[in-house]
Every structure is written in C-alpha cells, then in structure tokens.
C-alpha cells in the first residue's frame, strides 16, 4: 500500500485501511474502490490523505503504531475530557461534574498503558505518524499523537514501564490547560498580537494547576504538564528553565508537541511534510532542544514513513519501503519512474548503496 494526499485521489482508486469518520464510525471499508462520491466524502471531512492498494505497492505493509481501535477511543476519551470539563465552570453541580471527571482519570489510566503496551510490542520499529486526521479534531488527535511519540522516546531511553506510564500521563494531558484559553485565541488564523501571546502561554500553568487539583496522577507527570514549552537555551515558558533544569519528561513532550504541532493541519498554519518538522527538530538539537534527546526522536519517528512517495534529486521516482534508525533521512526506497517514464521497479538504498551517496530524497511525491 502507500499514502495519496487527499488532492490526488482519484475514482477507481482502492482503499487500503479502514477510514473511520469523527465519531469512530466506519466510513470506508478496506477494498472500497474511490468514487466522486467517496472523494468528495474524503476531502468535505478534512483528510489529508489517505493509503490506497495499486500494482507497484501491493506488497507494502504499513505498520500501526497502536490500532486503529485505540487510537480512536482514546481520541474519543479526549475529546468528551475537553467538552465536559470545559463546562465545569457552568454547572449548577460543580461537585457532581468533577467526580464525573475524576473518574474519567481512570479511563485514561487504562488507556495509556494500553498505548505503552502496544508501542513496546513494536519497539523495534520507527513510528510512523502520517495519520488519517481530520481538521476539526486537531486538539484531541495532537494529545494522543504526542502520547505516542512521548512514549516511543521513552522506550528508546530505556525507561521502565512505570516511567513509560507515567510520561504518557503527562503527554495526553499536556496540553488541557488550553480548555481555560478564549477559543478565539486557539483558532485566530495569523499570528498573535502581544496580549493573546501573553494569554496563550499561561496554559502550560493552567493546565498543570488544574490537573493537580482536581486529578490523583503522579508529580512527574504534573511537571511534565508544567514544562513541555521550556527551552534548552532558556527562552521557554512559564519558568525560562535551562539545560537539565528542565525535567525529562518536559523535554521529550517538548518535542513530541512541537513536532505534530508542525506537521499538523491547523487553524493557522499549514501542515508541514513529516521529513520538513524533523529537520526543524534536527536544527533546534542544542538550542531549543537537549541534543541527546532530539538524536533519540530522529532514530524513533520516520521523515518519510513506509508507503510515502518521494522524488530523488536524480529525478527518479519512488516508494519508501523500509526505514533506518540511524539514518532516518535515507531510507530504502522502490523506484517506478525515471522522470515521466515507467521502468521495471527496483531497490534503492540511500543509506548502503556507496553509488547513491550523492542522491538525496528532494521532494515528496504529489501522486
């Protein structure tokens, strides 16, 4: 199989994997042949793409980081956390609404070890994190997309798996503080003026404030809440800390947030590809960034995961088939086409193969 921005599918297209819409509901079965119809479905949601089955890829295999079935009742999960506590402030029974929302805390428990579960079964893999997401859910597919990036950092420092639960607590609620900020802030399309910048960065205090409170979960994963906008070179927020003044757990939800950030679609910036946010990441390694850790999260997440298409500075054409811890950059890829012209497929390894040494990936494909 391989992934087809939204913009480029076209009828008689096969669907690889399920497509399930906003609220868990199957949309599109695997084996579904794309219609005008479909297509118009697919973009009128938000999809940025989705994975389709042809003749040059049918013997690809795109790996799951956790299932589609977790992966879309822990979105669910977060989204229900949002709205209703977004009204406790409202509620005649205030009481009666924060035991409701404190046993929700349990629901979250169970579902981050699941997710801890899942992830350490394929810990040998790289994640792939081009996601079937749909606009609107932004904020509760974000959590949970840094969830899973956290905990893969997590797994490749060794940590136990108390540590691993502990952090994917503080990641899914790393950003809950946001429910307390004017949506008019969250979703102003362009950049902040002076005052609603000041308003926005309270969250990460807000958000660990509130958490405390109101929610039995462990201090480390309270302080990761508190840290995830803290910089290497102390230009972060709310506590300028610096260096190893900021705790682990800050550090890699750090830069599991900014990373989905920058490669998801929002109110007001485009997504950037997978392999455009990594080299961001790659050039904030000692500035905004502890080195060590932004070398963990490159041999961990995948720039151009399995199925991507991608042009070669030599103008051949391919798809991504197998990608590399320690050259994440240069993966294995099955080139199709030279230029416009079909050729018998054939391997390329941009990480072993001495004679592509000067070939890099320069665009992905738009097909």
């Given at each position: ?7 480029c599918i ?6 690889a ?7 868990n509901?199957l949309m ?13 479905s ?11 089955e042809?003749d ?10 956790i ?7 822990t979105?669910n ?24 929302n ?20 394929s ?8 996601d ?5 859910d ?9 969830t ?7 797994i490749?420092?060794?940590l ?7 952090l ?5 609620f790393?950003?809950?503080?946001k ?16 005052e ?6 309270k969250?990460?205090?807000?958000g ?5 409170k109101?929610y ?32 682990q757990?800050?550090s ?11 490669s998801s ?19 904030a ?7 060590e ?5 490159t ?7 399995v ?7 030599n103008n ?6 197998e990608?590399?811890?320690?050259a ?11 230029g416009?012209?079909n050729?018998?497929p ?19 494909a738009?097909m």
């Open positions: 199989m391989r992934y087809v921005p939204a913009y076209r009828e008689g297209m096969v669907v994997k399920n497509i399930y819409g906003k609220s509901q599109l079965k695997k084996d579904t042949i794309m219609n005008e119809k479909y297509i118009k697919i973009k009128n949601m938000g999809y940025n793409g989705i994975y389709i042809d040059i890829s049918r013997d690809i295999e795109v790996v799951n980081t299932s589609d079935n977790l992966r879309n009742t979105v999960a977060i989204k229900d956390m949002f709205i209703q506590d977004r009204s406790i402030e409202n509620a005649k029974n205030k009481t009666k609404a924060i035991i409701e404190y046993k929700k805390v349990e629901l979250f428990k169970g579902k981050v070890s699941e997710i801890v579960e899942e992830i350490l079964k810990d040998s893999l790289m994640v792939n994190m081009v079937l997401k749909y606009f609107d932004y904020t509760y597919l974000h959590s949970l997309n840094v899973v990036l956290s905990i893969a950092m997590g490749a420092l060794k136990d798996k108390d540590k691993l639960f502990k994917g607590l503080g990641a899914i790393h950003d809950i503080g429910m307390f900020i004017d949506k008019a802030i969250l979703l102003k399309e362009g950049k902040l003026n002076d609603e910048l000041k308003e926005y960065k969250h990460p205090e807000l660990y404030g509130y958490m405390k109101e039995n979960i462990p201090i480390t994963s309270y302080i990761g809440i508190l840290e995830h906008h803290e910089r290497y070179n102390g230009t972060g927020y709310p506590d300028q800390k610096k260096g190893n003044k900021i705790s757990f800050g890699i939800i750090g830069i599991a947030d900014l990373y989905d950030s920058l679609e929002k109110p007001n910036m485009p997504a950037l590809l997978p392999s455009e946010a990594m080299e961001l990441i790659m050039g390694s000692g500035r905004l960034f502890d080195p850790l932004v070398t963990v999260f041999r961990k997440v995948a720039p151009y995961p199925g991507t298409c991608v042009k070669l500075s051949y054409m391919g798809i991504v088939v990608n590399f811890e320690d994440c950059l240069r993966p294995k890829i099955r080139v199709f086409q030279n416009d012209i050729v018998e054939f391997i390329v390894n941009l990480k072993d193969d001495f004679s592509y040494m000067n070939v890099i990936i320069s665009e992905v738009k």
